[in-house]
Every structure is written in structure tokens, then in C-alpha cells.
């Protein structure tokens, strides 16, 4: 088993792939990017992965043409090469090699790297025992919906969270919260389930659609609407989502602890449902 690589048609080992310093993306951060997980062999949700790549690449006037079932067939392919089986699946586009001038350039092809690690889940005293967060002022621009390279601001609140000892840094914005540096995030008000409307400060998280799409399947009320900074604080229960970290409980926001400070049942039947449903996860 070992690390795979793709650039622009090949396959190698990952360490062996080179990338031009005149990238686009290593010089602008002009580029869109996805993460998908495969487990047990199987890339999962890779369609809504699929659907949001090429529309953050349109949303940014990115031409690129690669036909979804050559994408499938990518995706595989690489797996298969690289043995694992529980998966991570890094894919980017870029506008490609230029000399360095902002403006596109007149003319050249897209890059198109994608590389094949393995999986390393949470250790389940994180994912079951849950997490605390901090929040942060969200300094990102309002096209938070296109899953484009550019993450400073999130790494900046990443490592912050990092300095305070915490898992994840929530973004508010204007005293609303919008989510995570690379998660969603849902409360749980008065029993309903509630996560922030996918809208410009928000990237429309494939995790955060399954989850939303299980609860209903269980009858559970969930709501898209606004979480305001002090409803997250007096919330009954906090979880985070994203494809790496499924769904996984907050249990302190700022030093203060979410309820009793230990994962919620809501938290916990979803939790459970999700892993349930993803190793269900069949090549269709
Ligand atoms: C800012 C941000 N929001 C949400 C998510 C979760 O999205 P998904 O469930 O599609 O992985 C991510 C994942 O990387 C992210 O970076």
C-alpha cells in the first residue's frame, strides 16, 4: 500500500509527482479543491463531491471538462493503485501553469491533481468523547460557497484553536455563526436541529446534506436557518460535520461546557446512524 499521485493523466507515487512553481494555484491560490472519503474501497457521496468541484470551477470562470464517469473511473483507479481501502481522496484544479501575471492567462491547460492517501480516523476517545471549540470573527470574503484554494483565514483560525488547545475554530460573523474552518456545525435548540442556511458565508457541505437528509429519514425537525452567537452558547447540544470527521460532538465552546459537557443523545443517534450509513456504502 502506498501514497498515489495524478497530475494531468498520470498516475505515480505521490512523492514522485512535481508540480510547476508557475502553477496558479501555488501562485494565486487560483484554484477548487474537494476532499472525499472511501471506505472499505468505496468513494463516498462522490457525486455531490463531483457536482460542488465543478461548480466552485465555474463559479470562478474555471474551464474544466472532466466527464463524471471518468471521474468515477479516477477515483477508483487511484484507489486501487494505492491499496487502501479506507481512503483519503485530495482533488484540485487550478487555471493552470503561466507566467505570473493576475489576470488568466490567454491561453493553457488546467491542472488536475488528485492524490490517494490513507484514512486515519479520529481515535474514538475524540469522536465519541467530543471536542471543544472556540469561536472567531469570520474575516473571510462572502464567496465562502465556492471551495476554492485560498484558506488563510482558515488556516489562521485553525492554528489558533490549535494555540488554545481546542479542536475547532467557529466563525461568527456580524454575531452570526456561520461554521467551522473545515466543518459544519449544527445545535440543537428546544429539540429542534438546526444548522446555518447555505448561502455566500457558507460552503454547502456534502456531510452536513447526509446528516440532514438521515435525521428527516428518523422524523427528526431540522431546520436551514440562522444560529445566533448567544443561541450556539445556550444550545442543548453542539456537533460538528465534515467528511474526515463525520459527525462529532463540541462539548465546551470557549471553556464553557455544552450542556453537562458530554455528547448529547441527538449528537449520538446521528452519530451512529451516519456510521452506519456510510459502512452500508456499496459501488453503484
Ligand atoms: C469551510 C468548510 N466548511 C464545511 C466543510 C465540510 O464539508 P464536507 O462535509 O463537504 O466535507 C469543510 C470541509 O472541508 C470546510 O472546509
Request: hydrophobic residues 40%.
Amino acid at each position: 500500500m502506498t501514497d498515489i499521485g495524478y497530475l494531468n493523466g498520470q498516475f505515480a507515487p505521490l512523492e514522485e509527482i512535481k508540480i510547476s512553481p508557475d502553477d496558479r494555484g501555488f501562485l494565486f491560490g487560483d484554484g477548487v479543491y474537494e476532499v472525499i472519503r472511501a471506505y472499505h474501497g468505496v468513494p463516498a457521496f462522490w457525486g455531490e463531491h463531483f457536482a460542488r468541484l465543478v461548480r466552485s470551477a465555474r463559479e470562478i470562470q474555471l474551464a474544466f471538462s472532466l466527464e463524471q464517469t471518468d471521474f468515477q473511473r479516477l477515483l477508483l483507479s487511484g484507489l486501487q493503485r494505492s491499496g487502501y481501502q479506507e481512503g483519503k481522496i485530495y482533488i484540485q484544479v487550478t487555471r493552470g501553469v503561466a507566467p505570473r501575471e493576475h489576470a488568466f492567462p490567454s491561453k493553457g491547460e488546467p491542472t488536475v491533481f488528485l492524490s490517494f492517501r490513507k484514512m486515519v480516523a479520529l481515535p474514538m476517545e475524540v469522536s465519541q468523547g467530543g471536542v471543544s471549540v472556540i469561536t472567531c470573527p469570520d474575516i473571510r470574503w462572502d464567496r465562502c460557497d465556492i471551495k476554492s484554494l485560498n484558506l488563510l483565514p482558515n488556516v489562521l483560525a485553525k492554528q489558533k484553536a490549535r494555540e488554545a488547545k481546542a479542536f475547532e475554530a467557529i466563525f461568527v460573523r456580524e454575531g452570526w455563526v456561520s461554521e467551522g474552518a473545515t466543518s459544519n456545525i449544527f445545535a440543537v435548540k428546544d429539540g429542534v436541529i438546526i444548522t446555518p442556511e447555505r448561502n455566500h458565508f457558507v460552503l454547502a457541505g456534502v456531510t452536513q446534506q447526509q446528516v440532514v437528509t438521515l435525521a428527516r429519514a428518523k422524523g427528526m425537525d431540522v431546520q436551514f436557518r440562522p444560529i445566533s452567537i448567544s443561541d450556539l452558547l445556550q444550545s442543548e447540544e453542539v456537533f460538528l460535520v465534515g467528511t474526515t470527521i463525520e459527525v462529532l460532538p463540541v462539548i465546551q465552546i470557549n471553556g464553557e461546557p455544552v450542556r453537562d459537557g458530554t455528547p448529547g443523545p441527538i449528537t449520538t443517534t446521528l452519530q451512529k446512524q451516519f456510521g452506519a450509513y456510510v459502512s452500508d456504502l456499496t459501488l453503484s
